[in-house]
């Protein structure tokens, strides 16, 4: 059974989407936090909307007690940026707060919810359990004046990450994500290897009642998913970045293809793949044809 809002989904993650929901975020972040909140009034989810898939946006944000907590996912890689990403992100987030911009010059000091910055991480690469990146790296580790620290786990499923047992709606999300990685290392297609995935956790009793009601939703952001990292990741090759490499322009116009075939505008295909419009446009006469 799908939801009938099914296609405004596409603009996110299954990650987002999933922990979009009030009971599983406040399981979330009591988790990451060591707090034990049980009251749903607690939690505000304030997100800002970003640009579809645009990584200076983040997952999800939101307010618990005296905490703003800024939740990143990452399948390819922890990017050692994220503290200046954050830094930006946050001071949107924090103006926001400032409904009346006069307080600002005023004496009062202002006081807001302590910022919490958490990567969750789930690719490939060796990563440890836990990490901390700090925004004074830029700066030589000079932080008298200004420091924000991100917090990265890698909640790969198959390491023991002591976050997963504290979260079983995370634990139970890493298992998807690791099944997918699993049946691609087997040799299944993309498409088969999340036909399995979502199967498993069905069978098995994981992420019950959202794979239920959005097993069809799921697939086809997971899908969109796996292939805006194929763009992302041939984007920042060295043969594509020069246009020599004929074999990385071929495997981005495939991924154009498979996007385009999903439903993405041509604006959003160039902003993941960066063809040229023309070439993305003929793209989509040959699927029509």
Not at 54 to 66: A, L, P, R
Not at 123 to 148: H, I, Q, T, V, Y
């Amino acid at each position: 059974m799908s939801r009938k809002d099914g296609n405004k989904k596409y603009r996110d993650t299954v990650f987002r989407d999933y922990f979009n929901e009030p009971e599983r975020l406040l399981s979330l972040c009591n988790a990451i936090l060591d707090t034990q909140y049980d009251d749903i009034d607690s939690l505000k989810i304030n997100t800002l909307e970003g640009i579809f898939f645009d990584k200076q946006k983040n997952d999800i944000s939101c307010t618990i007690g005296n905490n703003f907590l800024i939740l990143v996912e990452h399948q390819t890689s922890v990017n050692n940026n994220m503290p200046f990403r954050c830094l930006s992100y946050v001071t949107e987030l924090l103006n926001n707060l400032v409904t009346n911009k006069k307080k600002l010059y005023h004496k009062m000091l202002i006081r807001f919810p302590a910022p919490r910055f958490i990567v969750l991480y789930d690719g490939d690469e060796a990563e440890p359990l836990k990490k901390e990146m700090r925004l004074s790296d830029a700066f030589g580790g000079d932080s008298n004046s200004l420091e924000l620290v991100v917090t990265a786990y890698n909640i790969n499923y198959d390491l023991e990450q002591p976050l997963l047992a504290k979260c079983r709606y995370l634990q139970d999300y890493s298992i998807l994500v690791g099944k997918i990685k699993e049946g691609i290392r087997l040799g299944l297609s993309r498409h088969d290897a999340i036909s399995h995935a979502v199967k498993f956790c069905l069978n098995n009793g994981l992420m019950k009642g959202y794979l239920e009601y959005n097993s069809q939703e799921v697939f086809n952001m997971l899908a969109l998913e796996w292939n805006m990292d194929d763009a992302l990741q041939a984007r920042f090759e060295d043969g594509y970045e020069n246009g020599r490499n004929e074999g990385i322009n071929v495997g981005i116009e495939s991924v154009a293809l498979n996007l385009i075939s999903m439903g993405m505008t041509v604006e959003k295909v160039q902003e993941a793949t960066l063809l040229p419009r023309e070439r993305i446009e003929a793209l989509a006469k040959k699927i029509k044809n």
